[in-house]
């Protein structure tokens, strides 16, 4: 399975390539800056160099031309103002689905975030602003008319312990944490077994081994 993963020198995405190319698939890693070609290479990954806030959906679907399937786990990052939550974390989602729809790579599996759709509209605050744009990525990628078969991941707060390879799932699930490689092995799981089609959910450390977990979602 060749796996096309965008924000690919992100936490979650350095394990998801490592599962990946462990697991005998051919993770792509798409990066922005060429100094982290080594880091994903290192993971098992192939990577490009392309600018998500600087391309087209045509560009992007070259990328993904061939792929079994693309995972969007980019983010402006802690720090980014404003203005890149809408434009990494919101529109790089979007033009992932698009990309993905025009390549016709229908699997599709995006990283959000517990609690997004309880954002302020209101507030001028960044991470309502963050929550703000998760949340009308994920909208955009359910509700547009693109013929894809995608999963939306909804982690709570995510640390850098050991996996445990136990989860809850399901929404609402209110707070919870969840180790970033748990969070990975709930990916490479849902592409692996073709689990959580057309399915968003919360997710959270808890006692479920993921498989089991995923499965009883339906």
Same mark, same amino acid.
């Given at each position: 399975?060749?796996?096309? &993963?965008?924000? %690919?020198?992100?936490? &979650?995405?350095?394990?998801?390539?490592?599962?990946?190319?462990?697991?005998?698939?051919?993770?792509?890693?798409? &990066?922005?800056?060429?100094?982290?070609?080594?880091?994903?290479?290192?993971?098992?990954?192939?990577?490009?160099?392309?600018?998500?806030?600087?391309?087209?959906?045509?560009?992007?679907?070259?990328?993904?031309?061939?792929?079994?399937?693309?995972?969007?786990?980019?983010?402006?990052?802690? %720090?980014?103002?404003?203005?890149?939550?809408?434009?990494?974390?919101?529109?790089?989602? +979007?033009?992932?689905?698009?990309?993905?729809?025009?390549?016709g790579v229908r699997r599709l599996v995006i990283v959000s975030a517990i609690n997004v759709d309880r954002f302020?509209?209101?507030?001028?605050?960044?991470?309502?602003?963050?929550?703000?744009?998760?949340?009308?990525?994920?909208?955009?990628?359910?509700?547009?008319?693109?013929?894809?078969?995608?999963? +939306?991941?909804?982690?709570?707060?995510?640390?850098?312990?050991?996996?445990? @390879?136990?989860?809850?799932?399901?929404?609402?699930?209110?707070? @919870?944490? +969840?180790?970033?490689?748990?969070?990975?092995?709930? +990916?490479?799981?849902?592409?692996?077994?073709?689990?959580?089609?057309?399915?968003?959910?919360?997710?959270?450390?808890?006692?479920?081994?993921?498989?089991?977990?995923?499965?009883?979602?339906?």
């Open positions: 399975m060749r796996v096309v &993963i965008a924000g %690919g020198h992100g936490k &979650i995405a350095l394990i998801l390539e490592r599962l990946l190319a462990d697991g005998g698939h051919e993770p792509l890693a798409i &990066i922005r800056k060429p100094e982290h070609r080594a880091d994903v290479e290192a993971a098992g990954a192939t990577a490009v160099v392309l600018d998500l806030e600087h391309t087209s959906v045509r560009e992007l679907a070259e990328v993904l031309a061939g792929a079994d399937a693309a995972v969007f786990a980019a983010g402006a990052g802690p %720090g980014s103002s404003a203005e890149r939550k809408f434009t990494v974390d919101r529109d790089a989602a +979007i033009l992932l689905a698009d990309a993905a729809d025009a390549a302020d509209a209101a507030s001028d605050d960044i991470f309502q602003i963050y929550l703000k744009a998760k949340s009308q990525a994920d909208a955009a990628v359910r509700n547009g008319d693109r013929d894809l078969d995608w999963t +939306i991941v909804r982690p709570g707060s995510l640390t850098n312990d050991p996996p445990t @390879g136990k989860v809850r799932v399901g929404t609402p699930l209110g707070k @919870g944490r +969840i180790p970033r490689a748990d969070v990975a092995a709930v +990916i490479a799981a849902v592409l692996e077994n073709g689990l959580a089609v057309r399915v968003q959910f919360e997710l959270v450390s808890g006692d479920a081994p993921i498989v089991e977990a995923l499965t009883a979602l339906g």
